[in-house]
């Protein structure tokens, strides 16, 4: 039963979990989650009043972002060297200053288009730095940690954090955030005018000043202000969750009865921090991990727990050349470095002079459309026709990112299953998944750059709104070789599943459920 409790491990079967983690997110408001505090859902409903219909709040863009605050950001952008700081100056005041601040600037299509808010959110936003940590813009979409007391007093804080505070950064260079900012192409973006594009780098930080401080308005005016004293307490306490502690708090998760005894633990979008934190828990102790290798560009990779008492992980074979060798021949597949892991690995012997049965074990972070998951299906089973692994047991874990409806785009959970069972494969699942048993629920909410996605709160419940899917599987091979004993899964992190409910939560901290088994393999029946 899938939202049965998580069931211990029978002695010959083997209990398996397989769980998308999910990157940390540095904006705590822009998914809906399920939070315990009515403050929350009436914020969030009145943010969305306040976008869906603005009436008199819908004001002037210089009434927010007022005459003294361009010109003091047009003298810093001067004072730094800045080509076109006054042609910049020029074409946001004529096209932009006067501009209703929610129906001709933040819901103003051209400007996602032009890139002249996200491309700059996107560089400053959330800035690595090199001890670790992170430097967060002073906005409201994301953990920054000081308080604004007042417009002015953000405004203050705004212009430090780019033109005065130097920041080690991950590379290894140290900036100020004012250089990260850059022109923006026409070639890529061909939304912008010729004089944009030459104009982009001051344009940009203007309209990037000029977003940040709606925010700071709209969550102080939202509610007719009732939220003004409040909001910034919500975020901290959400950022907690959601972002500093969420390592914690997965650990915490996988230490618990549910997950503690389980043999294989599959993991998608693993941080190397994360990686660090469990081999100093107790969990580092019962499990051996193994990371895919990813290109230092992003932080989030499959990862396989072995549990060393059911294992020897001193048999342990990296199939990482062997898997791009089969992957090769299905042509382009949208995969990227650190999605796919694969391992062979030997169960200890259970009897003097048995011998051992040898596994081929995978963990695999599909692409957003689920278009890279058959040929990556494909290719692993494609390692057990070679004569070493004709008799190994196959247990692979995966965020497949399947659709409960498919299409030309998005993968169908019905057409991937019948690709795996045409490959004499099953799933933890059965041959036939129930396209309706989702183990995913999130939709954007309006407090993020992204308001063509947004989902009004009155709509979560309704079908086919936001991310309500079956993305994520656990695979074996097939034809009455596995005997699949219980399947559950889990978005509360107590071992069941709570339905209808948008994740994630302050208590569990990804946007994919957990999904758990117990089998017996053909070995083993």
């Known amino acids: ?58 004001v002037p863009l210089d009434q927010v972002l007022t005459p003294a605050m361009v010109s003091e950001i047009s003298e810093r952008m001067k004072a730094e060297g800045w080509d076109h700081v006054d042609e910049a100056l020029t074409h946001f005041n004529s096209n932009y200053a006067n501009r209703p601040i929610v129906s001709r600037f933040i819901r103003d299509d051209d400007l996602g288009k032009k890139r002249l808010v996200s491309m700059p959110d996107r560089l400053t936003n959330t800035i690595n730095l090199k001890d670790g940590s992170a430097a967060y813009r002073p906005t409201v979409i994301n953990c920054y940690g000081e308080m604004f007391a007042t417009p002015v007093n953000w405004w203050e804080q705004w212009m430090a954090f780019h033109f005065d505070d130097a920041l080690e950064l991950a590379s290894g260079d140290t900036k100020r955030p004012a250089e990260l900012w850059g ?43 009732s939220h003004k004293s409040t909001w910034q307490p919500l975020r901290a306490d959400m950022c907690r969750a959601l972002n500093a502690r969420k390592g914690e708090r997965t650990l915490e998760i996988l230490n618990s009865p549910h997950y503690a005894d389980a043999d294989v633990i599959f993991l998608q979008e693993v941080a190397a921090g994360f990686v ?34 059911r294992f020897d ?159 994520d599987f656990i695979l074996f091979r097939g034809r009455g070789h596995a005997t699949v004993l219980r399947t559950w899964k889990d978005n509360t992190g107590e071992g069941t599943y709570k339905e209808g409910i948008p994740f994630p939560t302050l208590a569990f901290p990804s946007d994919h459920g957990i999904l758990g088994t117990v089998v017996q393999l053909g070995g083993h029946r």
Not at 53 to 58: K, T
Not at 183 to 204: C, D, M, V
Not at 401 to 421: D, I, W
């Open 1 to 58: 039963a899938a939202g049965a409790e998580a069931p211990t491990s029978d002695a010959d079967a083997l209990k398996v979990a397989t769980w998308n983690i999910a990157a940390i997110n540095n904006n705590p408001f822009e998914y809906w989650i399920t939070h315990d505090d009515a403050e929350y859902q009436e914020l969030m409903k009145d943010v969305q009043a306040f976008i869906d219909e603005p009436g008199d709040g819908d």
């Open 183 to 225: 022109p923006i192409s026409r070639a890529k973006y061909p939304a912008l005018t010729e004089e944009e594009e030459t104009i982009s780098k001051p344009l940009s930080a203007l309209c990037e000043a000029a977003f940040d401080a709606i925010l700071v308005h709209m969550m102080n005016s939202a509610g007719g202000g």
């Open 276 to 309: 660090k934190q469990l081999a100093a828990s107790r969990l580092g102790r019962t499990f051996q991990a193994i990371v895919a290798h990813g290109d230092g560009k992003r932080d989030q990779n499959s990862a396989i727990l072995i549990n060393r008492a």
């Open 313 to 471: 992980v001193s048999t342990i074979g990296d199939l990482s050349l062997s898997f791009e060798h089969t992957i090769a021949q299905q042509g382009k597949v949208p995969i990227a470095p650190g999605d796919v892991l694969v391992v062979s690995i030997n169960e200890r012997a259970r009897a003097t002079g048995e011998r051992p049965q040898t596994y081929v074990l995978a963990s695999f972070h599909g692409d957003t459309n689920g278009l890279a998951t058959i040929p990556v299906v494909t290719a692993v089973h494609g390692l057990l026709s070679s004569t070493r692994y004709a008799s190994a047991e196959l247990i692979f874990g995966l965020d497949a990112n399947t659709y409960e409806r498919g299409s030309s785009s998005k993968q169908g959970v019905l057409e991937f299953a019948e690709a795996y069972t045409g490959l004499g494969l099953t799933s933890c699942w059965g041959d036939h998944p129930d396209p309706t048993n989702h183990t995913t629920f999130n939709a954007r909410t309006y407090l993020q750059p992204q308001l063509n996605k947004a989902v009004k709160q009155s709509d979560l419940a309704l079908p086919g709104v936001g991310d309500k899917n079956p993305k």
